[in-house]
Nanobody, 124 residues
Framework: QVQLVESGGGLVQPGGSLRLSCAAF????????MGWFRQAPGKERVFVAG????????YYADSVKGRFTISRDNAKNTVYLEMNGLKVEDTAVYYC?????????????????WGQGTQVTVSS
């Protein structure tokens, strides 16, 4: 059973911070590019951030650059998303995903494994 399980979502005020975690079970994802995506109700799922095998290469959507930080701990088979300066428009369900080939980092169809999502709501 291969699973990605997100946690850490919740309700936060504008300008606040949250740290999302994605724990992997069933196999090691140390050789995978890992990504975070988000989807608002009625909207398309879009890329947020990605991180390479060693953690040295990171990729961000323009909308979150400078505010979000992606990281990974391969020993724990876990990837994180630190979100700072949250805005109302960041409200969405956030998903982590694993990409075995490391190509087309922002393309959802390149990712083979997905978590169930965790809700992030930014509201006053």
């Amino acid at each position: 059973q291969v699973q990605l399980v997100e946690s850490g979502g919740g309700l936060v005020q504008p300008g606040g911070s949250l740290r999302l975690s994605c724990a992997a079970f069933g196999r090691s994802f140390s050789g995978y590019l890992m990504g975070w995506f988000r989807q608002a109700p009625g909207k398309e799922r879009v890329f947020v951030a990605g991180i390479g095998w060693s953690g040295g290469s990171t990729y961000y959507a323009d909308s979150v650059k400078g505010r979000f930080t992606i990281s990974r701990d391969n020993a724990k088979n876990t990837v994180y998303l630190e979100m700072n300066g949250l805005k109302v428009e960041d409200t969405a369900v956030y998903y982590c995903a694993a990409n075995p080939d490391g190509k087309a980092v922002a393309a959802p169809w390149e990712y083979d494994y997905w978590g169930q999502g965790t809700q992030v709501t930014v509201s006053s």
